[in-house]
């Protein structure tokens, strides 16, 4: 079976910082491309970020370049999401999901963990 | 930046009801149409890919058309379980996609 785990999530005051987590098993981590995905609390969902199966290519949405920074470890079978200078706006359930090679659409999500940037 | 729009977004069905949901594009996308189904307080989950393609295990009441720049999700008899929040996203732009506000669907 499936499962993504994330972990990581909680309270930080604006400007800090904050590491994410996602525990992949049941499938052969290293073939997939791998995004995280938010939303804000009561909103849609945005695609944040996006790393290739093997780490050499990665993407981010303009809301979050330069601040955000995606990265996985295979052996591991995770992946990691490092937020700085993190934002208000920022605060939302944050989900790693499993995209379909070459189609980015996501066939697995995690729960969830909630980031909230408050002072 | 491709933008997504889907209407209604909300709409008030009865149990049986045959609802239809729309999704637009702001330039053509192919096929490259997905739509996930999302109940408060759970992560979303794929129910159509490229366009008309059943995700595995999704009950085949749930059906979705369309290319270019219009598509649609239809239930053709609404379940209990069907009450939930409706997504639509396109992945043209792959690896950067993006979601429609999404279609909320509650009980009239």
């Known amino acids: 079976e499936v499962q993504l785990v994330e972990s990581g999530g909680g309270l930080v005051q604006p400007g800090g910082s904050l590491r994410l987590s996602c525990a992949a098993s049941g499938f052969t981590f290293s073939s997939y491309e791998m995004n995280w995905v938010r939303q804000a609390p009561g909103k849609g969902l945005e695609w944040v970020s996006y790393?290739?199966?093997?780490?050499?290519?990665?993407y981010y949405a303009d809301s979050v370049k330069g601040r955000f920074t995606i990265s996985r470890d295979n052996a591991k079978n995770s992946l990691y999401l490092q937020m700085n200078s993190l934002r208000a706006e920022d605060t939302a359930v944050y989900y790693c999901?499993?995209?379909?090679?070459?189609?980015?659409?996501?066939?697995?999500w995690g729960q969830g963990t909630l980031v909230t940037v408050s002072s | 930046d491709i933008q997504m729009t889907q209407s209604p977004s909300s709409l008030s069905a009865s149990v049986g009801d045959r609802v239809t949901i729309t999704c637009r594009a702001s330039?053509?996308?192919?096929?490259?149409l997905n739509w996930y189904q999302q109940k408060p307080g759970k992560a979303p989950k794929l129910l159509i890919y490229?366009?008309?393609s059943l995700q595995s295990g999704v009950p085949s009441r749930f059906s979705g058309s369309g290319s270019g720049t219009d598509f649609t999700l239809t239930i053709s008899s609404l379940q209990p379980e069907d009450f939930a929040t409706y997504y639509c996203?396109?992945?043209?732009?792959?690896?950067?996609?993006?979601f429609g506000p999404g279609t909320k669907v509650d009980i009239k």
């Open positions: 790393i290739s199966s093997s780490g050499s290519t990665i």
């Open positions: 999901a499993r995209g379909v090679r070459y189609s980015n659409y996501f066939d697995y």
């Open positions: 330039q053509s996308i192919s096929s490259y």
């Open positions: 490229a366009a008309s």
């Open positions: 996203q396109q992945s043209y732009s792959t690896p950067r996609v993006t």
